[in-house]
């Protein structure tokens, strides 16, 4: 194949849907962003208009796309090509990759959006010669990629479920039935509840953290519990992996230092003979997703990505 030749890569979302085509080189082109339709099938129909699309719109100036990469959120068992479940989706044992087949006729490789942020990291950004290593996504939900030998540790679907660690015993209620979980207490969505419930005032979770750095009280309260919950969590995943280097991405981590550097400190005094990691931020921002099911669509035919 020559050096021309590209993929579609596909971002699943609970809002909106993320396309692009990338090349060998693990570049994004011709990005597309589309708001996400409801139902599997309906999504299906929805990835399988975007390869279109971008089939066309790369055909024109040279060789057509060679495979499809697909991710999605929720619990995703890339062996069987399965969302096992997806709350934000409403999706419950959907078989996405085989739908998916049936509508195009490229390769089509399957993943999980944060599994896949994670080699994205790996390969392209601030994980690079990492080696083993822990890639964990705040936004909306939380989540994290155990890096492996260069790729995502998926325990049948089940791994990284890093925002399901209790850190507030009793706390406040999660999506998933328990109580006091990571999710619940430091994800974008919590942290605009909680100063919510504080204020009666609803502004985003980057509008807490702003509020926060100008002293409101109120936001200071919201983002330190944030930021204590996730270092109780990093400890525990410290305990059992180990990890050399944490890579923080997700929309939360565009707070940049705000959110580095005291997450640093809390790690640091809860830690007894653990080894103190690097905690980094993302590189790749949003781009992680839709570039990591491109990686997948290229390994899905044995080529390599070498940027």
């Known amino acids: 194949m020559a050096s021309a030749d590209c993929v579609v890569a596909v971002d699943v979302g609970g809002t909106s849907v993320k396309a692009a085509v990338v090349d060998a080189r693990g570049t994004a082109n011709a990005a597309v962003t589309v708001p996400t339709s409801r139902g599997a099938e309906q999504v299906a129909d929805q990835v399988a208009a975007l390869a279109d699309e971008l089939t066309d719109a790369v055909q024109a100036r040279g060789p057509a796309p060679v495979a499809l990469g697909v991710v999605t959120p929720g619990l995703v068992d890339e062996h069987s090509g399965t969302v096992l479940l997806a709350g934000n989706l409403g999706w419950r044992d959907a078989p996405m990759r085989a739908l998916v087949e049936k509508r195009v006729d490229l390769p089509v490789a399957f993943g999980h959006d ?8 790996a390969v392209l950004g601030a994980g690079r010669d990492a080696g083993d290593h822990l890639f964990l996504a705040i936004g909306t939900g939380i989540a994290g990629a155990v890096m492996l030998g260069g790729t995502a540790y998926s325990g049948g679907g089940y791994a990284g479920e890093i925002g399901h660690i209790v ?15 990571l999710e619940a207490t430091a994800s974008a969505r919590a942290i605009a509840r909680r100063y919510a419930l504080r204020t009666g005032e609803r502004v985003a979770a980057a509008e807490v953290a702003a509020r926060a750095v100008a002293g409101d009280v109120h936001a200071v309260a919201v983002w330190d519990a944030a930021v204590i919950g996730l270092a109780e969590a990093l400890r525990v995943c410290l305990c059992v992996l180990a990890p050399e280097l944490i890579v923080v991405g997700g929309g939360l981590a565009t707070s940049g ?22 905690v980094v931020a993302a590189e790749l921002g949003e781009r992680a997703g839709c570039l990591g099911a491109g990686l997948l669509a290229w390994h899905a035919i044995g080529r390599e990505v070498r940027p």
């Open 167 to 181: 850190v507030e015993p009793g706390g406040d209620a999660c999506a998933c039935g328990a109580r006091g979980c």
């Open 114 to 121: 944060v599994r896949a942020g994670g080699l994205a990291e």
């Open 257 to 278: 230092d705000q959110l580095l550097e005291p997450l640093r400190a809390r790690l640091a005094e809860r830690l007894t003979f653990q080894r103190v990691p690097h």
